[in-house]
Each structure stands twice: as C-alpha cells, then as structure tokens.
C-alpha cells in the first residue's frame, strides 16, 4: 500500500497543523506541504488526523468468555474507535496468572487481534487475592499486573506483589475498592439509590483502598496506576501523591466525566463499578483532567450478553461498551463545550498513555503508520446495534455527537467506516 493523505490537520508533537502524510506499506515515509506522489491519494481537506488512541483498560474476554467478546472483535472495535493500542485486563479463564496460562492469550491474540495488544498479569493467583502471582516469569510478555474488578484486600499481599513487580520493573494497576464497604451496595450511596431504596456504594470504598496502595508504592517503590477512579477523594489523594513524588498515575473513564448519578434510569447501562458518583465528583475529575492529576482516559470497555445486562440497575453485571463512542462523546460534551480543549483530549488519549505506559503511536517520519482520519464537524448518533463489539450495552446510545471517523490505518491496512 502506498496512499497520501492530503490536506490533513495532523496532531504531532503536541500541536495541529495542516500537512500531507505519505504512507508506504506500514510505514509513514514523508510529512510535509504539498507532497506530490503518483500514488492514490485521500482527500483529508478539512478532516483532522489523530494518533491512534491507546486504551490501557479493556476486557476482550478472551480466553474463556468468547460468549460476550473475543479478541477479533474487540479488536475491531477498538479500530472503529480510533484506538490501535489496548491493554486486556487478566479476568479470563485461565486466569493470566503463570507464564503458561498467559501464553494461552499470547497465542489468540497472535492469532486474531488486528490492533496492538498489551495484556495484564494477574496480581494474585485466579485473581483471589490470597497468592501473588508468578510475577517474574511473566515480567517479560505484559503490560504490567491488576486484578482488576477486586481489589485486593490483604494489605501484606498487596505489599509482596508491589515488591516484585518494583524489581521487575513493572507497573501494578489496581482496582480499588474496600469490599467490607461496598458490601451489598449496587449503586452510588447518593440521591438515586436513596430514592429507590437501592443499596448505596459509598466514596470511601474506593479512596480508602487507593489510600493504602499510595502507601504502599511509597514504601516499596513500585509505580501504581489507579484504574477508573470516580469521586474526587480519589483525585485529592493523587494529586498529593504526584507533589510529594511518589510513583503514582491514574485513569478515569468517560462515564464519570460525562455523567453523575443524576443521570440514571433503572437500566443495566447504568450498571458498572464504580458507579455514577455524585455532580460534585464529576467536576473534581474534569478539574483533575485539566490540571493533570488524571494522566489518561481508558473506556473500561466491559460486554456481556444481552440476558447479563437486561435485568435492570439491581440484576445486571457491571461493565458497559465504550470503545467505539468514547472520542466522539468526549469530543462533543467536553471540547465542543469548552471544558477541555481538543489538544488535551487527544493528549489524554494517545500522548499519556504513551508516556506512562510506553505504547502507543505517534506521527512522525519512520514511524509505523497508526493513526485515524476523523471529520469533526458531521453529526451523527451513536447506534450501539451497529457496534463491532458483541456488546450493546452502554449508557451512551442515541445520542448525537460530532466527528465521525472516516478510516484507520493500521499495520498496512485502511479500515474505513463502513457506515
């Protein structure tokens, strides 16, 4: 393949400015103004070129629950989304937590995945939060180690695999939250659960297990990353962990930027944990996206089967679909209203993660090629029933939204919209 995108506003180093891109098999050969190649060339006038996103917080369900996921169609669509990076989270049968079980993944995801793929070790055996894992032999093939959707609990456990993973160099992501606290809680501890007579889920049940790990990556020196906090205790403590220099980074996932538990219905695409926190929350994260203290956006993306999330906010399981509406949600209810800028959501979604992590795509010359064509200024609606992903459920559906991507290039290939 050898195409040139014309006339592109193209995000690179930091700053938007209008170029061409010559593209050769998987490669980007030349950016500049006004290239001239007797090669196919797409018409980008108008349309912005953006970095393929990396998403460190995704579950392909691959091995075990190929019922709701598997890695060929989370993969595609983590491309309709723009992302061509993604970290699978480890709550697979079998669970990655030996070198054996992970290779396992390795082996589908070699076999079925047309983006990059990252996987996550388990940081206890099964994910029980009793044994830690086999850290070192598996320090080599992942991204790093989270036992994501529990958090483990004993504090000596928890001390021993930040330890390990420390000398291996590698980054613990947890999952915080204090189950004696969450206990039969479905939803926020706010408003609507007081309204409906729902068990709440207070702040505390994650803040205070984020308080503890922030300890803990001091003492042992280990780089922690928080997955998708939610309540602006979270966002207090990092902020003061990043001044008095521990090795501390964070996430937070649309939903909780986007919505409060204000905005609930009793609907399993309201089911997720954590769950929609209160207004007052949701500004203290949008604060924390534009001051820094929130390094990265990651969409969480979670499917199960339509029989899993129809039962309503009190029968559902937790997770939602995000892949394939995040950019667009963001970019709509967040740039276009002036609460961020689009500099800084491209930032969020591809340069930190980056940073943090060490994966992602840039546009430069001699990189490979891993970016998307967007046209920010078509409406559109988001349509869950036209998703890639087997999953339909996400609190997202209907609404309209700016930009609509055009194509992806990925590994030597366009992936249009099909749409």
Sequence with gaps: MKILFKNGIIYK?????????????EKIIKIGQSLEENVEILDCTGMHI???FTDVHVHFREPGYEYKETIKTGSMAALNGGYTNVCTMP??????????????????IKESSVVNIFPFGSITKEEKGI??????????????YSDDGFGVQDYDVMKEAMTRAAKA????????????????????????AAMNDIPGIPNSSEFQELERNIEIAKETGCHFHACHISCKESVDLIRQAKKDGIKVTCETAPQYLLLSELDMSDDGRYRFQPPLRKLSD???????????????????????????????????????VGLEC?????????????????????????????????IGSEIKEGNNAEF?????????????????????????DGKDVYGKRITTIMRGSIYENKR
Aim: proline share 4%; charged share 25%; hydrophobic share 40%.
């Design 13 to 25: 180093d930091g700053e938007l400015e209008i170029n061409d891109i010559l593209v050769e098999d």
């Design 50 to 52: 953006l970095p393929g």
């Design 91 to 108: 709550n697979l049968n079998p669970v990655p937590d030996s070198l054996e079980n992970l290779n396992v993944q390795l082996e589908r």
């Design 131 to 144: 044994v830690v894992s086999d850290i070192e032999d598996m320090s080599d093939y992942v991204i790093g």
């Design 169 to 192: 160099g590698k980054i613990v992501a947890g999952h915080c939250e204090v189950k004696e606290l969450t206990g039969s809680g479905v939803i926020n501890d706010g408003i609507y």
């Design 282 to 320: 949701r500004l203290a994260l949008l604060e924390g996206i534009n001051d820094g203290t929130i390094d990265m956006i990651a969409t969480d993306h979670a499917p199960h089967s339509e029989e899993e999330k129809n039962k309503g906010i009190r029968g559902s399981l937790n997770g939602i």
């Design 326 to 358: 995040a950019f667009p949600m963001l970019y709509t209810y967040l740039v276009k209203q002036e609460v961020t800028s689009l500099n800084n959501l491209i930032a969020l979604m591809a340069d930190k993660p980056k940073e943090v992590f060490g």
């Design 372 to 396: 998307s064509v967007w046209d920010l200024n078509k409406v559109t609606k988001i349509n869950a029933e036209e998703f890639e992903t087997m999953g339909r459920f996400t609190p997202f």
